[in-house]
């Protein structure tokens, strides 16, 4: 099999999701969004400031930041760890599928 053969087999799907996981691990200058982003686009789990973030978490996070204003987008994302991030997310789940019942 041939070198180009090969990089068809791949895809540029996968050559996405390598990018993804790299932009992950080794960029601290982006914002825990874009991680958390990264994270859903590459359907895995990777580790933001030391703590393994799982796909589903990431999720959860990045639709509740979709859908919250500036000024609540900003206080979500500036508490003082991803995990007290992750946990007010699944807070506003939960709340939210309590009204819906």
């Known amino acids: ?10 895809g540029p799907d996968q050559d996405l999701q390598l990018q993804t996981i790299d932009l992950c691990r080794e960029a601290p200058g982006y914002s825990r969004i874009e991680k958390l982003r990264a994270i859903v686009e590459a359907k895995s789990f990777m580790e933001i400031e030391g703590v393994p973030v799982d796909m589903q978490s990431a999720n959860v ?33 939960a709340r939210s599928s309590k009204r819906s019942k």
């Open 61 to 93: 996070v990045v639709q509740v930041y979709d859908r919250l204003n500036e000024a609540n987008r900003a206080a979500l994302m500036n508490r003082p760890t991803i995990t007290s991030v992750i946990d007010v997310a699944w807070r506003v789940v």
């Open 1 to 10: 099999m041939t070198t180009t053969q090969e990089e068809n087999e791949c």
